[in-house]
Every structure is written in C-alpha cells, then in structure tokens.
C-alpha cells in the first residue's frame, strides 16, 4: 500500500455521461498530482495542485476538471465522456520541504475508466 | 519530437541477465532524473532517484545520467523474474515538480 488511495478502482461508463475520481494523498502530502496512462500515450501529466491550489496544468481537457478540498483530498471530474476517454487515471502526492521530497511522485493505484 | 523518448519494448531475456534500459530526452534544463517500476494494474513505484549526472547504485540496479549527451539508462543485473515490469523514466527541472515528464514506459519480461 503506498499510502494514496484512489476510488472507484473500476468504472464502466457511458458516451456523454460525467464521473468523478476521487483521491486522498498519502498524509502529510500536500501537492496531488493527475495523471492519465492510455496505451498509446503514456504517462500524460494533468494538473496539480498544492495546498488546495491548481499549481500546474497540462495536458487537461476542457471537459476536464479537478479540484482539491482543505483536507487535501482530491476530485478529478471527467463530463461529456467520449470513447477515447477510456484509460487509467493516476493520482500521486508528493510532499516534504527536500528537492528529493518535491520531485518524488507516490502513485496510488489507479482508477480504471471504461467508456462505452 | 517527444521531449522524452524512450523505447517500449518489449524487451524478453532470461534470468540472469543484465538488463539496460535507456531514455533520450531534448530538454537540457532537466536536472533530476527518476526511474520508476510499474507492475502490471499497480501504479508506478519509485525504483531510483538522481541529480544531474553521474552514476547511483543500490543493490541490482544502477542508474546512470549524461547530461552532455542528454541520455539516461537504468541497469539490472542478475534479473529475476520479479523484475519483470514497465519502467518508466521521468525527469524534471524545478523543485517544484511542475514540468515532470515521463517515458512511454518500456516492458521487460524476465523468463525463468
């Protein structure tokens, strides 16, 4: 267990429709960070946020939307789902006041989404 | 161009052997330099963490960076089944982690 838990583990889901990931950091973790992981892109940086606040975007949808609440956890709301939508979604933390302890990402498990 | 390349494999050797695993990357303001493991249906794991070039070891794995020649490589020796993963690489330049980027992953297989 590394300490970041993500729900649902599996989703099965329909064109058109909206889910919402959620994660909590390993404690003391206060940067979140969303990632997607398809076959044939990789590991594709999303967002992050710091403390509650977006720190950094990248390669995230309009239709695409996160947020994290004061007691760090995190939401990542996905809406008018398309096929191409369908990968893995990661959540990391990172935390500490070293370069090492910024730089070093702990990934939870991922969350499954299938669009259908 | 991709600013990290890094090939997917799959890369099939047998027990025993060593193993190099290697990343290109473009941008020269990268300065810390990850490789992480990823089991299959787990999320990436870290596996070793370097500054700037030169070489880390820790235990079967050793992790090199040339930054002159803007090329990583992540070597196993002795592989055992256990080994048998994706590996990511990943680098970065700031403190705050904004700019990570990762390889596409390669997958090893290590058989018996």
């Known amino acids: 267990d590394s300490g970041v838990t993500q729900t649902p583990k599996h989703l099965i889901t329909a064109t058109g429709q909206r889910v919402t990931l959620r994660c909590s950091p390993r404690?003391?973790?206060?940067?979140v960070y969303w990632y997607q992981q398809s076959l044939d892109q990789g590991l594709q940086f999303l967002i992050q946020y710091y403390n509650g606040e977006e720190r950094a975007k990248g390669n995230i949808l309009e239709r695409f939307s996160a947020q994290q609440f004061p007691d760090l956890h995190s939401e990542l709301n996905l809406s008018s789902l398309e096929l191409g939508d369908s990968a893995l979604y990661f959540c990391?933390?990172?935390?500490?006041?070293?370069?090492?302890?910024?730089?070093?990402?702990?990934f939870g498990a991922g969350s499954r989404l299938t669009v259908l | 161009q991709k600013e990290v390349e890094q090939d997917p494999g799959p890369l099939s050797v047998p027990e025993g052997a060593i193993v190099s695993l290697n990343c290109t990357y473009s941008n020269s303001a990268f300065q810390y330099f990850m490789w992480y493991r990823q089991y299959s249906r787990k999320g990436p794991e870290l596996l070793m963490y370097?500054?700037?070039?030169g070489n880390k070891e820790d235990g079967r794995f050793t992790a090199q960076v040339d930054k002159s020649s803007k090329y990583i490589s992540l070597f196993i020796r002795d592989s055992q089944p256990s080994d048998s993963a994706t590996y990511l690489c990943a680098m970065s330049s700031f403190y705050n982690n904004n700019d990570m980027r990762f390889g596409a992953g390669t997958r090893l297989t290590v058989k018996p």
């Open positions: 990391a933390s990172s935390g500490g006041d070293s370069v090492m302890g910024a730089n070093v990402l702990t």
């Open positions: 370097t500054y700037s070039s």
């Open positions: 404690s003391g973790d206060l940067s």
